[in-house]
């Protein structure tokens, strides 16, 4: 059985530029988060769908966003990236309430 | 409001020895509670989780941790370390039946030492 898959693994970019990070959760999974990891801050949430609605958001700008498509696989945007949104990004899914989350390898994104 | 404190940044045991990582948490309902496992350059892999079953809870790569509910604590242990081991635990917890989101401890790295 697939993980949950990310793409790509390491990304670079400029500041000011905007990114976009994909996640392919487990099969049959429809719940899918996004986390950031810093050095700093640690394991922060960002935001949390299901069946293609956002249901959940984390304290974070307006610059962070997401969609779920239909077949559950799930994309988190940055706009007008800074300096300080270097880090980790994990995407989780998992298939329902009361289940733990599976972690895929998260995107390493750095902005220089 | 939920959250995890997990008590030591850095543990440091010998190989074969008992690996004791603690964490304590508050939740103003019913927790979920789960211990994760971060290798180097990897995300992050689910070693074990209390969802208000049995208190005692085995999970994976012979770990175990007990939910006690009068000291809000949720400790992992291995009886017997291995250098495999080496990596940083999480600890995290959820409320109950709202459990979309996982508040994570600052993170526990274990050293293992030959």
């Known amino acids: 059985k697939a993980g949950v898959t990310q793409t790509p693994r390491y990304l670079i970019k400029t500041r000011g530029q905007q990114v976009t990070l994909s996640c392919s959760p487990i099969?049959?999974?429809?719940?899918v988060s996004w986390y950031q990891q810093t050095p700093g801050q640690g394991l922060q949430f960002l935001f949390e769908y299901f069946s293609e609605t956002q249901r959940n958001k984390g304290n974070f700008p307006g610059r962070f966003s997401g969609r779920q498509f239909s077949n559950s696989r799930s994309e988190m945007n940055v706009s007008t990236l800074e300096l300080g949104d270097s880090a980790l990004y994990l995407c989780?899914?998992?298939?329902?309430?009361?289940?733990?989350?599976?972690f895929g390898s998260g995107t390493r994104l750095t902005v220089v | 409001a939920q959250s995890v404190t997990q008590l030591g940044s850095h543990v440091s045991v010998s190989e074969g020895a008992l690996v004791l990582l603690r964490c304590n948490y508050s939740?103003?309902?019913?927790?979920?509670l789960f211990w994760y496992v971060q290798y180097p350059n990897q995300g992050l892999q689910l070693l074990l989780k209390y969802t208000s079953a049995a208190t005692l809870v085995k999970g994976i790569n012979g770990f175990e941790a007990e939910f006690k509910k009068s000291e809000t604590s949720f400790h992992l242990t291995k009886p017997s370390a291995h250098m495999s081991d080496a990596a940083e635990y999480f600890c995290a917890v959820s409320q109950g039946a709202n459990d979309y989101k996982l508040s994570f401890g600052a993170g526990t790295t274990v050293t293992v030492r030959a």
């Open positions: 989780a899914s998992r298939p329902g309430q009361g289940y733990g989350y599976t």
């Open positions: 939740s103003s309902v019913p927790p979920y």
């Open positions: 099969s049959g999974h429809r719940s």
